[in-house]
């Protein structure tokens, strides 16, 4: 145990004093009751068995306690000294930590005695799952971009209309344009990292920059306009709270696109939409903090295009705003709703079962918070739509560190397979951070790896026609979050990590 959660784990038990190894059945019972009043309030409900009985203690309920405004563990937990001013200002402003506690100190007792007496002591291994088998039909090609020896990759995007591949590298706060001919150029400055390569008109492409890839609240990020046509390039909006994903869609049907935005943030967030792209105006805002990815389609089959949207910090939630015309969205209301130990990190729509319904493709395995450990739960999962607003889970992948899974016809068959990326340490099987799933039928896939994908690990992937042959190719990105991370790969033997690997598909070869 560190320093840091020493003072952290002690200051918590002075507080709330120790836990009672015998502690009645009744008491256990409050407890269970207060935890789904309290903690259920502000998101999904996170049963004991989701985290071990040291990691309950020492990590994740001394930042409960904060969150619940006991002022001894916020002192003890230093929650404004790595903050700026500014930042400060805006988690008081929405008062994320409350200057008065929220729950008795008996009850909150209460609590932590029933997490800790009914967590297991160890996490149990991952349910037993398909064995991966080799992937045949790509041939992989490294790429490294001069000066960067631990590539930090924010984006990997492939550009049809240009077949060239564009990247960002978080390090080297810098974006590339590869052409089909291999030649690789620097783009015009950004003020931070892209995450993402948005696609507006002919010719008219927008880059969005995240701002602090690490959990932040200050409004850093910015959405930039190359357009080719005029030879300009433009900073369109800043200020934003850490962005991740945008797109245009026009929803109202006026044949105006607007464009709709995705403030991940931190503790505060939402999902910010531009009618008609008047940056100009103040934009209509739904959700909250996490907004990581929405999905503009129509649901309920209406004749209008409604916003599905993951929310992916504190609340994790899968939600539809169904629009009711003129601009206006009916009340959020929750699709799916998971435990904030979840790490759900990315969603995609399809008709994966073809009855005519989209069913939800989701990935979790976001792993950076207070309680970085393997969970089994970590994985992807297909959520089968029933239909009246209900999903069912029909497909589920054990993968620790799950970071994303795209949906992509890849041997042209006509189902639907799925690339996957997974962001975690497994030394006996590095090459499993890189999965292609081959549609078997009646919701059964097929693993398949490919070994020059344990060269790193990736954190961005994208998918389309690179080379301009007719059939889908697909590329990672390769991010070292700090030097630990790379001696990692060190230790495996890995001694330069390219900054993508390109995995292209062969030609007449499925």
């Given at each position: 145990m560190s320093f840091r959660h020493f003072i952290t784990f002690l200051g918590f038990w002075v507080i709330f004093g120790p836990v009672k190894a015998f502690a009645q059945k009744d008491e256990v019972t409050q407890g269970k009751m207060l935890a789904e009043t309290y903690c259920g309030a502000c998101h999904g409900f996170p049963s004991p068995e989701l985290l071990p009985k040291k990691i309950w203690r020492t990590h994740v309920l001394p930042q409960m306690a904060a969150y619940m405004g006991f002022q001894e563990v916020q002192d003890s937990l230093a929650i404004w000294e790595e903050r700026s001013?500014?930042?400060?200002?805006?988690?008081?402003?929405?008062?994320?930590?409350?200057?008065?506690?929220?729950?008795?100190a008996d009850d909150f007792q209460k609590i932590s005695n029933y997490y800790y007496l009914e967590a297991p002591e160890i996490l149990a291994s991952q349910k037993p799952k398909?064995?991966?088998?080799?992937?045949?039909?790509?041939?992989?090609?490294?790429?490294?971009?001069?000066?960067?020896?631990?590539?930090?990759?924010?984006?990997?995007a492939i550009n049809e209309s240009r077949a060239e591949l564009l990247i960002s590298d978080a390090n080297a706060n810098q974006l590339y344009a590869k052409t089909i001919?291999?030649?690789?150029?620097?783009?015009?400055?950004?003020?931070?990292?892209?995450?993402?390569?948005?696609?507006?008109?002919?010719?008219?492409?927008?880059?969005?920059?995240?701002?602090?890839?690490?959990?932040?609240?200050?409004s850093q990020g910015a959405l930039y306009e190359m357009d080719l046509n005029s030879g300009t390039w433009t900073q369109?909006?800043?200020?934003?709270?850490?962005?991740?994903?945008?797109?245009?869609?026009?929803?109202?049907?006026?044949?105006?696109?607007?464009?709709?935005?995705?403030?991940?943030?931190?503790?505060?967030?939402?999902?910010?939409?531009?009618?008609?792209?008047?940056?100009?105006?103040?934009?209509?805002?739904?959700?909250?903090?996490?907004?990581?990815?929405?999905?503009?389609?129509?649901?309920?089959?209406?004749?209008?295009?409604d916003i599905i949207a993951l929310f992916a910090q504190?609340?994790?939630?899968?939600?539809?705003?169904?629009?009711?015309?003129?601009?206006?969205?009916?009340?959020?209301?929750?699709?799916?709703?998971?435990?904030?130990?979840?790490?759900?990190?990315?969603?995609e729509m399809h008709d994966f079962n073809?009855?005519?319904?989209?069913?939800?493709?989701?990935?979790?395995?976001?792993?950076?918070?207070?309680?970085?450990?393997n969970k089994p739960y970590h994985g992807f999962r297909i959520f089968e739509?029933?239909?009246?607003?209900?999903?069912?889970?029909?497909?589920?992948?054990?993968?620790?560190?799950?970071?994303?899974?795209?949906?992509?016809?890849?041997?042209?068959?006509?189902?639907?397979?799925?690339?996957?990326?997974?962001?975690?340490?497994?030394?006996?099987?590095?090459?499993?951070q890189f999965l292609l799933f081959e549609n078997q039928g009646n919701m059964t896939f097929q693993p398949r790896y490919i070994p020059e994908a344990s060269l790193a690990k990736w954190l961005t992937m994208d998918w389309g026609d690179l080379d301009g042959d007719?059939?889908?190719?697909?590329?990672?990105?390769?991010?070292?979050?700090?030097?630990?991370?790379?001696?990692?790969?060190l230790i495996q033997g890995i001694k330069e990590v390219p900054s993508v690997l390109i995995l292209e598909k062969m030609l007449n070869n499925n």
């Open positions: 001013p500014e930042e400060i200002q805006i988690l008081k402003n929405f008062n994320v930590y409350p200057n008065e506690a929220i729950i008795g398909a064995t991966p088998i080799p992937l045949e039909g790509f041939e992989a090609k490294n790429l490294f971009i001069e000066g960067i020896h631990s590539p930090m990759t924010s984006m990997v001919t291999d030649e690789l150029f620097t783009l015009p400055a950004i003020n931070s990292p892209v995450v993402q390569f948005i696609p507006k008109s002919p010719g008219v492409f927008n880059f969005l920059t995240i701002g602090s890839i690490t959990p932040s609240d200050l369109i909006l800043d200020d934003l709270s850490r962005p991740v994903y945008g797109t245009w869609k026009d929803l109202e049907g006026d044949g105006k696109p607007d464009f709709l935005l995705c403030n991940y943030g931190h503790h505060v967030g939402n999902i910010s939409i531009y009618k008609d792209g008047n940056f100009q105006s103040e934009p209509l805002t739904l959700g909250g903090a996490g907004a990581r990815k929405l999905e503009v389609l129509d649901l309920n089959q209406d004749g209008e295009l504190g609340n994790e939630r899968i939600s539809v705003f169904y629009n009711q015309g003129n601009g206006y969205f009916s009340p959020e209301q929750i699709l799916l709703r998971f435990s904030p130990l979840m790490g759900s990190s990315y969603f073809q009855d005519g319904l989209l069913d939800i493709l989701y990935t979790n395995g976001d792993n950076w918070d207070y309680s970085s450990i739509n029933k239909g009246n607003e209900q999903f069912e889970e029909s497909w589920f992948y054990p993968q620790y560190g799950a970071a994303k899974a795209m949906a992509l016809d890849f041997d042209q068959d006509g189902d639907l397979d799925i690339a996957s990326i997974a962001f975690y340490d497994d030394l006996e099987n590095p090459n499993h007719g059939d889908l190719d697909i590329v990672l990105g390769a991010y070292n979050h700090n030097f630990r991370e790379f001696s990692k790969l």
